[in-house]
T-cell receptor, first 108, second 118 residues
């Protein structure tokens, strides 16, 4: 079946640092999505990408839909404590397939 | 924005009992809803696609007789875990697809239901 490879699995950074994470797939997706999940809650959509090569920003977040439609990255600039959580990439054709997540920790 | 609710938010039950989880789209109609399962520190795994007025489509390896899905209206889908066992303990999350009002095929996720089977 379709699988997404998301990296890194976890990150430990200092507050104020920039963060980058990415996702690759052996399959082509029509849409790439990035979600954040806080403990005990459902995932919340951060950014949706609909066209190959598309670069989209949402505040301090920037994501790009790879030109091959098989990859995407998410950047977070100037991290703050509330950025802590798990970030999931997801590819969507008919169904949404999730990556394994990147757990972001911010060191005091 | 579109809101999806789940009820209950958490449930504890004895082994062998059945548990029903509701997923509602509060301000839009959803002809399609999805049910996911998430184990601790793991990703969301799609269990089944729930289609209003027809049978659900289950992913490979998901027992349809174990996880009964009913999508009787455009705003409600239910997942019933039958004869629950401790290994069914998990975080169950639904999502609803809104295809109206120019939202394309955006899926909105519920807050999840934590099931603990003793």
């Amino acid at each position: 079946g379709q699988q997404l490879n998301q990296s890194p699995q976890s990150m430990f950074i200092q507050e104020g640092e920039d963060v980058s994470m990415n996702c690759t797939s052996s399959s082509i997706f029509n849409t790439w999505l990035w979600y954040k999940q806080d403990p005990g809650e459902g995932p919340v959509l951060l950014i949706a990408l609909y066209k190959a090569g598309e670069l989209t920003s949402n505040g301090r977040l920037t994501a790009q839909f790879g030109i091959t439609r098989k990859d995407s990255f998410l950047n977070i600039s100037a991290s703050i404590p509330s950025d802590v959580g798990i970030y999931f990439c997801a590819g969507q054709n008919d169904k949404i397939i999730f990556g394994k997540g990147t757990r972001l920790h911010i060191l005091p | 924005g579109a809101v999806v609710s789940q009820h209950p938010s958490r449930v504890i039950c004895k082994s062998g009992t059945s548990v029903k989880i509701e997923c509602r789209s509060l301000d839009f109609q959803a002809t399609t809803m999805f049910w996911y399962r998430q184990f601790p520190k793991k990703s969301l795994m799609l269990m089944a696609t729930s289609n209003e007025g027809s049978k659900a489509t289950y992913e490979q390896g998901v027992e349809k007789d174990k996880f009964l899905i009913n999508h009787a209206s455009l705003t409600l889908s239910t997942l019933t875990v039958t004869s629950a066992h401790p290994e069914d303990s998990s975080f169950y999350i639904c999502s609803a697809r809104d295809v109206w009002q120019g939202r394309g095929e955006t899926q909105y996720f519920g807050p999840g239901t934590r099931l603990l089977v003793l």
